[in-house]
């Protein structure tokens, strides 16, 4: 190695390094920007429309279950008066009205997400009726817990109006 060799190492290392820093201050930046841009957080109290626009006469584009806690960057008020939402959820952006959501995150100590598709049965365990199926990726808010005769726990919730029991084997705590 020559004496010209090494200072030109660490030069390059020191741009190399530069380069890390600058990338990762950017990183942060761009991350903070996006955290910025919520308003507020609404909870959903019962089974809601995502709509295209803010009012009754836009077009749905998928529904939404109870105690699911949206972030919202602007708020518009439809003839009616009433307040609606635009939030974004599951890779779609839309309008929720506030007479089905409610400003504030609900009380995450009881939450479950559902880690795949489950069924609402009955009963806690899996000799009771199915009474719907509840989409992968669903916060349900359960009021009580019970294990069945294999020690599985099962959640209390409700969902669309109808309160059944979902598997902890196919929703964890939040």
Known sequence: MTAHEIPDRREWMM??????IAALMLAVMCLTAVSALADG????????NLRKGP???????????????????KTAKDD???VWYRVYYK??????SSKYA???????????VTTGSVNLRSGPGL???SLRTVASGTTLTYDKTKKDDRGVVWYRVKVKGKTGWV?????KKK
């Open 15 to 20: 741009k190399r390094i530069s380069k890390w």
């Open 41 to 48: 957080t609404v909870t959903t109290t019962g089974s809601i």
């Open 55 to 73: 009012g009754l006469d836009y077009k749905s584009i998928r529904t939404i279950s109870e105690g699911v806690s949206l972030n919202y960057d």
């Open 80 to 82: 009616r008066g009433v």
């Open 91 to 96: 890779k779609n952006t839309g309008w929720v």
């Open 102 to 112: 409610k400003e504030g995150k609900s009380s995450s100590s009881n939450k479950v």
């Open 127 to 129: 000799d009771y009726q």
């Open 167 to 171: 598997s902890s084997k196919y929703a």
